[in-house]
C-alpha cells in the first residue's frame, strides 16, 4: 500500500452534525439502557411486580435526562 492510499484510508468522511444528530444520539443510547434493563432484569429473576417498578423509574430517568442533558451539554459561559 502506497504512502497516499494509507492516508486515503484512515480519513473518515466528512459529517455535519445538524441538531437532529444529538436527538438521535440520545435515542439510541436511551434504547440501548432500556435494553439492558431488560436483560438484567431477564437474568436476575425479577418478578413482575418489582420489573413494572424498575421499567417505571427507567422511564422517570429517560425523561429527567431528555429534559436536563441539552442544557449540561452546552459549554459555559465565560466572564
Known sequence: MT???KK??????K???SQRS?????EVLLE???MVVEVSMHVYNVSRR???TM???NRHLHDAVRTHLPRLM??????
Do not use: I, T
Open 3 to 5: 504512502q497516499q492510499e
Open 8 to 13: 486515503n484510508w484512515r480519513k473518515l468522511p
Open 15 to 17: 459529517q455535519v452534525l
Open 22 to 26: 444529538p436527538n438521535n444520539m440520545l
Open 32 to 34: 440501548l439502557d432500556r
Open 50 to 52: 418489582d420489573r413494572s
Open 55 to 57: 421499567r417505571k423509574q
Open 74 to 79: 452546552k459549554p459555559p459561559r465565560r466572564f
